[in-house]
């Protein structure tokens, strides 16, 4: 592309290549670097994205799919996903379409402009590294096909570009090799076992943290100024952490499209799939059941405000102002007596419910509100009650 000159200019480029046969613009877009195998260098080991754009920044997509264009590389935008290698003439041709806004890519704005620059000087002053950095554009919301497109989506879980649960992510455990990661970099197990003789006779085995297709969620996301992970192995990848959740060590994980909408307290499992809300606390040990491990497919979500007791279990979507007593398993299909005087009390918290009966079972119990779930101490019965405590997370320690 030649160089433009004025804003005008770059927006009639814009309108000019989206009038084209065939193109639209994509749901998603980045340029990443990627890890390649040490053995296959053809494989894809981990994506990296300084910058992720979901459903914006269509000029500047627009601009990457023309400056492709012009190396001979035709973007399809019928396909799912794309995946192109980045070379300087790529990069040279988006610097000069960008020109009118160069002297405004500082702080946060325009991002875009910012990573082609920054990845034009290091290619320049270290020379190409062919096939280390591509750009991706997902154009439909399928099935995952490429360890780009699919950390591509992760991302956006993780730095909240969309909702959990809100997107496809079937595919993504086909998508992503198992490595052993070492120090936040990738390595090939297949490579390991070659090598495993030469590399510890000369002392030059890697240190192993740990062996999964995910990595860890502070690999590759700055968290919020008031959020605590007190043990990076406690967060994977893909999973949503609102600002001020603080996560503690021992007991607590949060798996991938998973996470917290509020301020909370995670001293528990979440397990995939499971939402925690503003306010509320998952205590030591506490399980949230994932749309793999009791749930019938649910997925379960906590609302504001809730207590999740020591090594309790939820199995069911919960309302706000919720308690789960320490130790007990709410479950679908747990029988909780309600006594008499407690029914209206729980009918007045939850308009509409009607809810009837002596015993209930837990899966009619989902998504209300003002439960508190006990177990009598002398006869073992399981019950609800309304509940008469209101769970408010120490402002200090957030």
Same mark, same amino acid.
Request: proline share 3%; glycine share 10%; charged share 20%.
């Given at each position: 592309?030649?160089? %433009?000159? &004025?804003?005008?200019?770059?927006?009639?480029?814009?309108?000019?290549?989206?009038?084209?046969?065939?193109?639209?613009?994509?749901?998603?877009?980045? %340029?990443?670097?990627?890890?390649?195998?040490? #053995?296959?260098?053809? @494989?894809?080991?981990?994506?990296?994205?300084?910058?992720?754009?979901?459903?914006?920044?269509?000029?500047?997509?627009?601009? !990457?799919?023309?400056?492709?264009?012009?190396?001979?590389? &035709?973007?399809? =935008?019928?396909?799912?996903?794309?995946? =192109?290698?980045?070379?300087?003439?790529?990069?040279?041709? =988006?610097?000069?379409?960008? &020109?009118?806004?160069?002297?405004?890519?500082?702080? $946060?704005?325009?991002?875009?402009?910012?990573?082609?620059?920054?990845?034009?000087?290091?290619?320049?002053?270290?020379?190409?590294?062919?096939?280390?950095?591509?750009?991706? !554009?997902?154009?439909?919301?399928?099935?995952?096909?490429?360890?780009?497109?699919?950390?591509? #989506?992760?991302?956006?879980?993780?730095?909240?570009?969309?909702?959990?649960?809100?997107?496809?992510?079937?595919?993504?455990?086909?998508?992503?090799?198992?490595?052993?990661?070492?120090?936040?970099?990738?390595?090939?197990?297949?490579?390991?076992?070659?090598?495993?003789?030469?590399?510890?006779?000369?002392?030059?085995?890697?240190?192993?943290?740990?062996?999964?297709?995910?990595?860890?969620?502070?690999? +590759?996301?700055?968290?919020?100024?008031?959020?605590?992970?007190?043990?990076?192995? @406690?967060?994977? !990848?893909?999973?949503?952490?609102?600002?001020?959740?603080?996560?503690?060590?021992?007991?607590?994980?949060?798996?991938?499209?998973?996470?917290?909408?509020?301020?909370?307290?995670?001293?528990?499992?979440?397990?995939?799939?499971? %939402?925690?809300?503003?306010?509320?606390?998952?205590?030591?040990?506490?399980?949230?059941?994932?749309?793999?491990?009791?749930?019938?497919?649910?997925?379960?979500?906590?609302?504001?405000?809730?207590?999740?007791?020591?090594?309790? *279990? =939820?199995?069911?979507?919960?309302?706000?102002?919720?308690?789960?007593?320490?130790?007990?398993?709410?479950?679908?299909?747990?029988?909780?007596?309600?006594?008499? $005087?407690?029914?209206?009390?729980?009918?007045?918290?939850?308009?509409?419910?009607?809810?009837?009966?002596?015993?209930?079972?837990?899966?009619?119990?989902?998504?209300?509100?003002?439960? +508190? !779930?006990?177990?009598?101490?002398?006869?073992?019965?399981?019950? *609800?009650?309304?509940? #008469?405590?209101?769970?408010?997370?120490?402002?200090?320690?957030?």
């Amino acid at each position: 592309m030649e160089t %433009i000159q &004025t804003a005008d200019a770059f927006k009639a480029l814009i309108e000019n290549i989206k009038s084209k046969d065939g193109y639209r613009d994509p749901l998603a877009f980045g %340029i990443c670097r990627v890890d390649l195998g040490q #053995k296959n260098g053809d @494989k894809v080991l981990q994506a990296t994205y300084p910058v992720v754009n979901w459903n914006e920044n269509f000029g500047s997509a627009a601009i !990457f799919i023309e400056a492709l264009s012009e190396q001979g590389v &035709t973007v399809d =935008c019928n396909e799912n996903e794309v995946v =192109c290698n980045v070379n300087l003439a790529f990069l040279e041709s =988006c610097l000069n379409a960008f &020109t009118p806004y160069s002297d405004e890519a500082f702080g $946060d704005a325009h991002k875009n402009i910012q990573v082609i620059s920054a990845l034009y000087g290091q290619l320049k002053a270290e020379g190409a590294r062919e096939g280390e950095f591509r750009v991706v !554009f997902i154009f439909d919301d399928a099935a995952c096909v490429s360890v780009e497109a699919t950390y591509l #989506k992760l991302y956006a879980l993780s730095l909240a570009k969309v909702e959990l649960r809100s997107i496809n992510l079937n595919g993504a455990f086909g998508a992503l090799p198992n490595v052993a990661w070492s120090d936040g970099q990738p390595i090939e197990l297949d490579w390991l076992r070659e090598n495993e003789i030469e590399l510890k006779f000369a002392n030059a085995y890697p240190h192993v943290d740990f062996v999964d297709k995910f990595p860890r969620f502070l690999q +590759h996301i700055i968290p919020a100024d008031n959020t605590r992970i007190l043990e990076t192995s @406690k967060v994977r !990848f893909g999973a949503q952490l609102h600002a001020g959740t603080t996560v503690m060590p021992g007991a607590s994980y949060i798996n991938f499209n998973a996470g917290t909408t509020g301020v909370s307290m995670v001293e528990g499992r979440i397990s995939s799939s499971a %939402i925690v809300g503003d306010g509320s606390d998952v205590g030591g040990g506490a399980s949230i059941l994932g749309v793999l491990s009791g749930t019938d497919g649910n997925p379960i979500s906590v609302g504001k405000n809730s207590l999740l007791g020591a090594n309790s *279990v =939820c199995g069911i979507p919960l309302g706000d102002a919720c308690i789960i007593d320490a130790g007990i398993a709410v479950l679908e299909g747990t029988k909780f007596i309600i006594e008499e $005087d407690e029914l209206p009390k729980l009918n007045d918290a939850n308009p509409g419910a009607n809810i009837e009966g002596e015993w209930i079972k837990g899966k009619d119990l989902a998504g209300l509100n003002g439960l +508190h !779930f006990r177990q009598d101490s002398f006869t073992g019965e399981m019950m *609800v009650l309304r509940s #008469k405590r209101e769970i408010k997370l120490n402002a200090d320690l957030h």
